[in-house]
């Protein structure tokens, strides 16, 4: 597999992101590599990045005062107000002078867009999930960990957790928050198994949190693959509903879905995508493909309205 690097930058030029993607892979094993201050590698999944710009002057900011927030400022970016983070600083790295960041990355998450400054970008390449190890016990803002090639040389690269951050930069109630449900509904909702799937360690420990509110039967999966493994070892398992994340590195979402409705027991049964990585198109594609509804990531409350939603039919 071939891969582009950004050997060189102009400074009064933005950065190609589109076409640096490779054009024959799945876009969910492509990751943008950038630099810590700390000069270990880090990775974020393509799909989730709208832009990449020059971090210089003429971007106008306004300072946050709440120097307890992660957010440092505002930027006027595309006539669009973007909080601005130090990745740095939500890592738990040194923070450099401003003068010494080189980029912002214009991310996407579940419903918040942010500007990411980074030091330094390396390229996008492919990262296999075969060549992904489990680094979630290990850093709990990491999900893996994998070695890629850059210049040639082998390197350590950190895959981090996408939610985590959401969490943390944007002080999500999620995790504190008292799911009040209509008692009535929840009635409708006892003894139905729901299936989930999804990589992140948060996202799963507040989704089990809701899940138990509900009072619904459930089983969680840190993968797709083994979401559709334990379909295929229990082939007559009565499930109300499937939910699967989108960005997953053994089996996304995308193939889940398909999978599950090519199974006659389960072409009815309705399927929710639970994604922070969503557009447009994609969301046109999934609902082609099966999918009933598509929910933003740690967003809980609207998770389990949607439940009640579809079990409640």
Not at 52 to 81: C, P, Q, W
Not at 107 to 128: D, L, N, Q, T, W
Not at 218 to 247: C, Q, R, W
């Amino acid at each position: 597999m071939d891969v582009e690097y950004l050997d060189e930058i102009e400074e009064d030029e933005e950065l190609d992101l589109y076409k640096l993607v490779s054009t024959d892979s799945n876009d969910f094993n492509q990751y943008l590599l950038f630099k810590g201050s700390n000069l270990e590698w880090f990775a974020l999944n393509v799909s989730k990045i709208e832009e990449v710009l020059i971090f210089d002057a003429s971007i106008k900011i306004s300072h946050n005062s709440d120097k307890e927030s992660y957010i440092f400022g505002t930027a006027d970016i595309r006539e669009s107000m973007t909080p601005l983070i130090y990745f740095d600083a939500w890592y738990g790295n040194e923070v450099l002078d401003a003068s010494e960041y080189e980029l912002i990355i214009l991310a996407y998450y579940g419903g918040h867009k942010m500007g990411i400054v980074v030091k330094e970008v390396a390229s996008i390449c492919i990262i296999e999930a075969e060549s992904m190890s489990d680094n979630s016990q290990t850093n709990l803002k990491s999900t893996f960990i994998a070695k890629v090639l850059i210049d040639g040389e082998e390197q350590m690269c950190t895959i981090y957790d996408g939610d985590k951050m959401l969490l943390d930069i944007f002080d999500a109630k999620e995790q504190k928050q008292q799911y009040l449900f209509n008692s009535e509904a929840l009635k409708q909702l006892k003894g139905k198994m729901i299936l989930f799937a999804d990589d992140s360690r948060f996202v799963r420990r507040l989704v089990e949190d809701l899940f138990k509110a509900l009072g619904v039967t459930y089983k969680i999966f840190n993968d797709g693959l083994f979401m559709m493994e334990y379909l295929e070892s229990h082939p007559h398992e009565d499930v109300a509903l499937f939910i699967t994340d989108l960005e997953m590195p053994k089996l996304g979402g995308r193939e889940v879905i398909r999978r599950i409705r090519e199974k006659d027991v389960y072409k009815d049964t309705p399927i929710l995508v639970h994604t922070n990585m969503s557009n447009n198109a994609m969301e046109s594609e999934l609902f082609e493909i099966g999918a009933n509804d598509i929910i933003a990531n740690i967003n809980m409350l609207t998770l389990g309205n949607a439940i009640l939603k579809e079990l409640g039919k």
